[in-house]
């Protein structure tokens, strides 16, 4: 589980000063951004990146860190991935919560997505349940090349912007403020810098699992990017933010057609838009009500909507779980 060797050290004493030339190093440098935020909570899995944000945010900002650890309790290792977070953040004086959830992925779901779900749905319940429920900033540790995987994946399954914009650098989750300050730093910084100050971190079995897409990608695409285009990471990054503003501009233009048009939309209304800006609509629209749209139920959709010429022409399609059909002289979604 530990991949590299660790002096001892005394159980409650981190292995290097938070005032040491540590916080010099990229990884530390890349949270200046963040410096107005703390408190701040790291979501820390005990994988190498969580470990190095962890020992990052304790040494710039000392006793203004704390950290959660999901147990998702999908492998038998669980219990130690747990047991190296309590461990690290009594080093560093760092409150943490370990909070246990049910991971188990259902019908139709990837067992990806549950674990996703999973994790932001027990983060949230610490942030609202513990430390007096006044901590608002969440610190993930993705970097350059999570990014770049990130958005090698959204290409391969031919996404659209909003898949193409990848991670963003921030978010709100309900309450909570995510943030990933490292999205432009390369991934290959983190073990060697833990390895120079001693820490030790654990190694997730399945990263190395390659049935699993994005494990593929980082085990065998990204080497030859590297080799083709050795700023890859920076370039993809780049792409990503690109994507994320022009995606930004769409729902601009979506909530003001929208304000026109009204919720549900007017069925002639929709007519009068172009064809782009009448699937950026319906997208918003239905994204509003929770709803997945396919690209080929989209376009099947806006047939219809243009087949409909006259009062009692009807419009009944499935559009993700449920329906779009005609109400009098609008458009509306129900769950099936």
């Known amino acids: 589980m530990d991949a590299s060797p660790t002096p001892k050290s005394k159980p409650n004493e981190p292995r290097v000063s938070p005032h040491s030339s540590g916080v010099d190093h990229p990884l530390t440098l890349a949270l200046q951004a963040l410096d107005n935020l703390p408190p701040v909570v790291v979501a820390l899995s005990g994988g190498a990146d969580s470990t190095a944000m962890l020992v990052a945010c304790a040494q710039r900002w000392p006793q203004q860190v704390h950290a959660v650890h999901i147990h998702h309790g999908l492998q038998a290792a669980a219990d130690q991935f747990a047991k190296h977070c309590e461990d690290l953040c009594t080093r560093w004086q760092v409150p943490l919560v370990v909070q246990h959830v049910n991971a188990h992925h259902g019908s139709g779901e990837s067992p990806e997505e549950a674990a996703r779900s999973a994790r932001y749905a027990g983060m949230a319940q610490v942030m609202a349940q513990h430390w007096g429920g006044q901590l608002r900033h969440v610190v993930l540790a993705q970097h350059a090349d999570d990014q770049a995987e990130t958005v090698l994946l959204a290409l391969s399954r031919g996404a659209g912007l909003p898949g193409l914009a990848a991670m963003p650098a921030e978010r709100l989750m309900g309450d909570v403020h995510l943030h990933r300050p490292w999205l432009n730093v390369p991934g290959s910084l983190v073990r060697p810098w833990l390895q120079a100050l001693g820490e030790h971190w654990c190694e997730d079995p399945t990263n190395q699992d390659t049935r699993y897409t994005r494990n593929r990608i980082r085990a065998e695409l990204l080497p030859v990017w590297e080799k083709l285009f050795p700023s890859f990471r920076q370039t993809l990054t780049r792409t990503a933010s690109h994507a994320a503003q022009a995606q930004a501009l769409l729902t601009e233009v979506a909530n003001q057609d929208l304000l026109q048009l009204g919720?549900?939309?007017?069925?002639?209304?929709?007519?009068?838009?172009?064809?782009?800006?009448?699937?950026?609509?319906?997208?918003?629209?239905?994204?509003g009500l929770?709803?997945?749209?396919?690209?080929?139920?989209?376009?099947?959709?806006?047939?219809?909507?243009?087949?409909?010429?006259?009062?009692?022409?009807?419009?009944?399609?499935?559009?993700?779980q449920g329906f779009v059909y005609r109400v009098e002289d609008r458009i509306d979604w129900y769950n099936s």
Do not use: D, E, F, Y
Not at 266 to 285: C, D, V
């Open 290 to 320: 929770g709803v997945r749209v396919s690209q080929a139920q989209l376009l099947a959709l806006q047939q219809q909507i243009q087949a409909c010429t006259t009062r009692a022409h009807r419009i009944h399609i499935k559009v993700g």
């Open 263 to 287: 919720q549900p939309p007017l069925l002639q209304g929709l007519q009068q838009l172009s064809g782009p800006r009448q699937a950026n609509l319906l997208r918003h629209w239905l994204k």
